[in-house]
């Protein structure tokens, strides 16, 4: 059975940090582009850091502030969010894309609050 849980959300106050983790399951990880996505109240789902083939790419808005990183010891992808703002409320998604396989998971998503 294939599961991605993330987990590491919550409320923080502007200017803090949060690590979200992704842990997967049910599949070959280390065969999977790791991406992250959020979703805000109202809007369409919006890549945050997407990787293809290795190559990472990170949305402008959280260039310097946000990381992407894997362990594919443990089957997960991390998330290292720093200097958080407000408009950085979402909730947040990862995503497993076959290198090969083409196949996509989702995971059911962490919520992220940013206010003072």
């Known amino acids: 059975q294939v599961q991605l849980v993330e987990s590491g959300g919550g409320l923080v106050q502007p200017g803090g940090s949060l690590r979200l983790s992704c842990v997967a399951s049910g599949f070959a990880f280390s065969l999977y582009d790791m991406s992250w996505y959020r979703q805000a109240p109202g809007q369409e789902r919006e890549p945050v850091v997407t990787?293809?083939?290795?190559?990472?790419n990170y949305a402008d808005s959280v260039k310097g502030r946000f990381t992407m990183s894997r362990d594919n010891t443990k089957n997960t992808v991390y998330l290292q969010m720093n200097s958080l703002k407000p408009e950085d409320t979402a909730a947040y998604y990862c995503?497993?894309?076959?290198?090969?396989?083409?196949?996509?998971?989702w995971g059911q998503g962490t919520q992220v609050t940013v206010s003072s």
């Open positions: 990787s293809t083939s290795g190559t990472i």
């Open positions: 995503k497993a894309a076959g290198r090969i396989s083409r196949r996509t998971y």
